[in-house]
């Protein structure tokens, strides 16, 4: 910017130009400095740039100038900041951009913006850059989009590979405490048992016994009452023999 300036000082001719790119250089800045701006927004507005800053030079220096610079990094950076779509856009913009610049050097109309008057003006000098250039960008284009959906694919594999050992480790823990439960309902049913065990060989009055194994009955199956009863031998009734209920007012109406 201070080389252009300075050339304008000493050419009041070139001032349109250098303001020109005092004003890119601060919408870059500002792009720079809102970033609360859409992302997106915000790469193409820097893109846009770029791309106007490649015209003045191209306009300014013709072949001479730098403007082949911008255009060669502009797919390149479209690709790295706004994906792949967008540097296949560049390239075609870039390529019309220098199209129309050859013809215009070849009509004339280039020669009173040149600032090197010893640039090349004849479409015969222009055609062989364009046709360079093309094919660089073509090629350059190609690579990086293959390498682009590469990185694209990787990525991908390597979030679903995540999600896939999320969700394995998920259901593990999920059988874990699945049987973890099986096994401390298992435990209590066994610790159950061995109570009833210890109150039958304990205690000699069988109806003692039968309350206190309803009771833990009642218990092990969160039961709010559970009885015992007997099938007398025509096996039409069946006689209540002993019962259990957490409610002392249900008492005997198993």
């Known amino acids: 910017l201070g080389t252009v300036v300075r050339e304008a000082i000493r050419d009041p001719g070139m001032w349109p130009a250098t303001l020109a790119f005092v004003g890119l ?20 507005g820097f893109l846009m740039v770029a791309y106007a800053a490649g015209v003045l030079a191209t306009a300014r220096g013709g072949l001479a100038g730098d403007g082949r610079t911008y255009f060669m990094a502009l797919p390149v950076l479209a690709l790295i900041i ?6 296949l856009v560049m390239t075609i913009l870039v390529l019309v951009t220098q199209a129309v610049f050859a013809v215009l050097a070849h009509v004339g109309l280039l020669e009173q913006w040149l600032i090197y008057l010893e640039n090349p003006l004849r479409l015969e000098h222009w055609l062989p850059n364009w046709a360079a250039m093309a094919m660089t960008l073509t090629l350059v284009t190609v690579l990086l989009w293959y390498f682009y959906r590469f990185q694209v694919r990787t990525m991908k594999s390597e979030h679903l590979a ?9 259901l593990l823990e999920q059988k874990v405490e699945q049987r973890t439960g099986q096994l401390r309902a298992r435990v209590e049913e066994l610790d159950t048992l061995n109570r009833i065990m210890q109150i039958v060989i304990s205690t000699h009055d069988l109806q003692t016994a039968l309350q206190a194994v309803c009771r833990e009955m009642a218990h092990l199956f969160d039961a709010r009452s559970s009885g015992v009863a007997l099938l007398d031998a025509g096996e039409a009734s069946l006689t209540l023999v002993a019962d259990y209920s957490r409610d002392p007012d ?5």
């Open 250 to 254: 249900e008492h005997g109406n198993v």
């Open 25 to 44: 250089y601060v919408l870059l800045a500002g792009l720079a400095f809102f970033r609360r701006l859409d992302l997106r927004l915000r790469a193409w």
């Open 82 to 87: 706004a994906g792949g779509g967008s540097s």
């Open 162 to 170: 995540s999600v896939r050992l999320t969700q394995a480790h998920a």
